[in-house]
């Protein structure tokens, strides 16, 4: 449970930078340009280029949606909900849990 609530946050952290790094964008509009570091996977990062108005968006299972940046502010939006309520079900399964654990770790066992 906690390997997939760590996936999960990981994957809000990086909607909640895409929504920065889009409204950014929106605000510098008059930039031919935008600078930014993509991950290319296993932490490594590489300097990439926005150039268009444009890009790929995550959608989910493993799908990907290339979009305009007026619509990625939407669905990241739409996303970070999505993802925000998975994590408090989660959240809501592991109290349950450490929960029960406490309950049988309170109860004593009596030999016969």
Known sequence: MLW???ELQTELE????LTDIVNTRRRDIELKQYNTFV???SGCYA???LLSDSIYVHIGLGIHVEMPLDDVVDVAGKRIDIIEHKLALLQDDID???ADIEVVSATKIVAI
């Open 39 to 41: 991950n290319v996977g």
């Open 47 to 49: 300097q990439g280029v």
């Open 4 to 6: 997939f609530q760590t």
């Open 14 to 17: 990086g909607y909640q930078k």
């Open 96 to 98: 349950k849990v450490v």
